[in-house]
Every structure is written in C-alpha cells, then in structure tokens.
T-cell receptor, first 115, second 112 residues
Framework: DADVTQTPRNRITKTGKRIMLECSQT?????MYWYRQDPGLGLRLIYY???????NKGEISDGYSVSRQAQAKFSLSLESAIPNQTALYFC??????????????FGAGSRLTVL | SQQGEEDPQALSIQEGENATMNCSYK?????LQWYRQNSGRGLVHLIL?????REKHSGRLRVTLDTSKKSSSLLITASRAADTASYFC????????????FGKGTLLTVNP
C-alpha cells in the first residue's frame, strides 16, 4: 500500500455540489498538506496542519475547508464547487524538521473536474 | 506567490545528453529541494541542498546552490528516456515557516 493514499483518484462533479477529497497516511508524520496543481502554475498550498489541533490556511484557501480527523487523516472539502476549482489536488505529509529539513511525501493525486 | 521559478519551462534532449535546469528564488532560504513528477502522478523528492552547501551529488544528479544569486541548478547526467518528467524546485524558508513553496516546473523530455 502507498504511504499516502488519496481518494477518490478521479471525480467529475457539477457546479454547486459539495465534494470531499480524503487523504490517509501510514508514515506516522505529524504534518499534512493539501496542494493544488494547475497547468503552468505549479503547486499552490491550500491548507496545512502540523497536528490534529492545528490547522492553517495556505495561499489559496478561499472556497476550501479541511478537517484533520486523526493524525493519519486529513480531508479537503469544497462546500460548493465551481469550475475554476477544476485541478489536480495533492495531499502531502512530512515528519517535520528531521535532520533539520522538511521533506514532503506526496500522494498520487486526485483529479477533480467541476462542470 | 511563487518563491521559486524554474528555467527553462521546457527542455527536450537526446538520450545520453546532460540536462540542466535552473531555479531562481526571491527570499533567503534554509534549504532548497528538487522534486520530480511523472505525468499526472505525485511528486517524488530527489535531493535537498542546505543554504550552507554549494554542491551536492546523488547518483546522476548534481545540484548547485548560489545563495548570493538566489539560484540553484539541477544537472542530470547521461539522461535516459525514463528521466522524462517535470522537475520542480521548492524552497524552505526555515524558522517557524514549515511550508515548502514550489516553482512552476521544467518539463524535461528525453528522446530515445
């Protein structure tokens, strides 16, 4: 099994629908992140969490919410999806500053299409 | 806002040639990392270079860092078709800011 598992891998939905993307990890990492990737724009951080009680907004959090249900689980919700939220979404984890560095382990991605 | 910017945006070479990708950034950093992404897949960490290091090697990868110019380069030697992927630099500013900021990536195509 993958260290970081994202579900669903692909989802097509309609404008206005509520969507949840789920992420679970077996790395035992405290830190979890949600990134969005759009062609030509690289990865942009949506939300991040350093532990179960710590949730922080990233650079593009508007229109999104998150829930850290447990150390191993971090879900991303789109309360009312809109077409410009069509993108590839990545969950990532890190063990924090082990050896002074913050290295990310990524999931395989969730491709979301909003019609 | 993007911290790192890769150059070129796309690079096409023949198998066996070397590939060089560059990354420029704007603010001081604790370390800089390079990641690889095969088409539509998750990113995979390749190599990390700290701000007090100037060069680092890992297999066919060589990374340099020039903090005075706020730039880094990734060299892949003797490229293979399997190296075809997008390559991203990511900067870590250190301190309490535990977030990595990614550039837009360089798409490398290695032709057999």
């Amino acid at each position: 099994d993958a260290d970081v598992t994202q579900t669903p891998r692909n989802r097509i939905t309609k404008t206005g629908k509520r969507i949840m993307l789920e992420c679970s990890q077996t790395k035992g990492h405290d830190r979890m992140y949600w990134y969005r990737q759009d062609p030509g724009l690289g990865l942009r951080l949506i939300y991040y969490s350093f532990d179960v009680k710590d949730i922080n907004k990233g650079e593009i959090s508007d229109g999104y919410s998150v829930s850290r249900q447990a150390q191993a689980k971090f879900s991303l919700s789109l309360e009312s999806a809109i077409p410009n939220q069509t993108a590839l979404y990545f969950c990532a984890t890190s063990g924090g500053r082990i050896s002074g560095a913050n290295v990310l382990t990524f999931g395989a991605g969730s491709r979301l299409t909003v019609l | 806002s993007q911290q790192g910017e890769e150059d070129p945006q796309a690079l096409s070479i023949q198998e066996g040639e070397n590939a060089t990708m560059n990354c420029s950034y704007k603010t001081s950093i604790n370390n800089l990392q390079w990641y690889r992404q095969n088409s539509g897949r998750g990113l995979v960490h390749l190599i990390l270079i700290r701000s007090n290091e100037r060069e680092k090697h890992s297999g066919r990868l060589r990374v340099t860092l020039d903090t005075s110019k706020k730039s880094s380069s990734l060299l892949i030697t003797a490229s293979r078709a399997a190296d075809t992927a997008s390559y991203f630099c990511a900067t870590d500013r250190g301190g309490s800011n535990y977030k990595l900021t990614f550039g837009k990536g360089t798409l490398l195509t290695v032709n057999p």
